[in-house]
Nanobody, 121 residues
């Protein structure tokens, strides 16, 4: 059974840093794009950053220059280094992975359970 598990959230002061980790475990055929989304209270979930299996990255304008996404294909893991944090970065952060469970199956997006990031001013 495939699982997507995040870790690394918590509390930080404005200007500080946090690093999120996400690992995909279980049996599957292939793992393509991985990414991070966030959802602040009362707002819709939004893309933070994505990275392809080949390392191509895409960032939301709000985090460009402050956040860095990376992945370790050998570990089926993706990371989000968050620097220069702002109070408006406060949200639940979700890991997202494009997984094909078997060779004859189509791929689908799997979500982690989310990890809270709170930035105090």
């Amino acid at each position: 059974q495939v699982q997507v598990v995040e870790s690394g959230g918590g509390l930080a002061q404005a200007g500080g840093s946090l690093r999120l980790s996400c690992a995909v475990s279980g049996s599957f055929f292939s793992l393509d794009d991985m990414g991070w989304y966030r959802q602040a209270a009362g707002k819709q979930r939004e893309l933070v950053a994505r990275i392809s299996s080949g390392g191509r990255t895409d960032y939301a304008d709000a985090v460009k220059g402050r956040f860095t996404i990376s992945r370790d294909n050998a570990k089926n893991a993706v990371y989000l280094q968050m620097n220069s944090l702002k109070p408006e970065d406060t949200a639940v952060y979700y890991c997202n992975a494009d997984i094909r469970p078997a060779a004859t199956w189509g791929s689908a997006y799997w979500w982690g359970q989310g990890t809270q990031v709170t930035v105090s001013s």
